[in-house]
């Protein structure tokens, strides 16, 4: 049975959280996030990476681990925190969520950039794998060979050469003066944001976890 008395008794928290990441989302999608929350956990009060893993939406995602991975990080919970969890509970568990819903149409133009910063930071932090601030060739050697790779059209040393000359161009995109015998350390969140920039992220971020059966629950206004 869903703990619906817990969640009527908290809504207002997750209704500000949604209020503050300025994304779309109604308060049925909450309802049913929540109750896909207490699927995973076991109608328990956190979720742990191992109920992430079981979902089998997931199992075909090549890049599965950085996204279980993300729901952890501290880094994604806007609190300028750094590290990882062992448990997250459902609030920490929207908190992530909203880096895969559109932004609301209410938004000012202002809050517009601050979500889209906030989403690039998201997809920044899951390849900056040791959190300092650069994506190194190796961290995005490793993302490049797992999408390219797991498929199995392509070998992992052809993956790794695709991953290789992209990065040698980021590098001559970002520091074009850079001398033949520069070492170029990776990309900073800074060139992250040139590289994406005038790439439209609403569509090309989104992860699939509502695949159930929802029960009837009532708190308030609220209805199935």
């Not at 999608?29 to 992430?52: V, W």
């Not at 969890?85 to 609301?104: A, C, K, T, W, Y």
């Not at 133009?109 to 601050?114: G, I, L, M």
């Amino acid at each position: 049975m869903y703990n619906y008395k817990h969640y009527c008794k908290n809504l207002h928290k997750y209704i500000h959280i949604v209020d503050v990441c300025f994304f779309t989302v109604s308060q049925e999608q909450i309802k049913n996030l929540y109750q896909r929350f207490q699927q995973l956990s076991g109608n328990h009060e956190k979720i742990s990476r191992d109920d992430l893993e079981r979902i089998p939406a997931l199992n075909n995602n090549p890049i599965r681990k950085q996204i279980i991975t993300a729901f952890f990080d501290k880094r994604n919970q806007h609190q300028n925190d750094v590290g990882s969890l062992d448990e997250i509970g459902f609030e920490q568990f929207l908190m992530v969520m909203s880096h895969f819903r559109p932004v609301n149409s209410t938004a000012t133009e202002e809050e517009k950039v601050t979500v889209r910063k906030q989403k690039l930071r998201f997809l920044f932090n899951m390849h900056d794998t040791d959190n300092d601030g650069i994506i190194t060739l190796d961290e995005y050697r490793t993302v490049v060979e797992e999408l390219l790779s797991q498929s199995g059209a392509i070998e992992t040393e052809v993956a790794r050469s695709i991953a290789d000359a992209a990065m040698l161009e980021v590098a001559s995109t970002n520091v074009p003066h850079m001398a033949p015998d520069d070492f170029y350390e990776g990309i900073t969140f800074e060139h992250f944001e040139q590289i994406l920039k005038g790439i439209e992220m609403e569509s090309r971020m989104s992860i699939r976890f509502l695949d159930m059966n929802t029960a009837t629950m009532r708190c308030g206004k609220l209805s199935s």
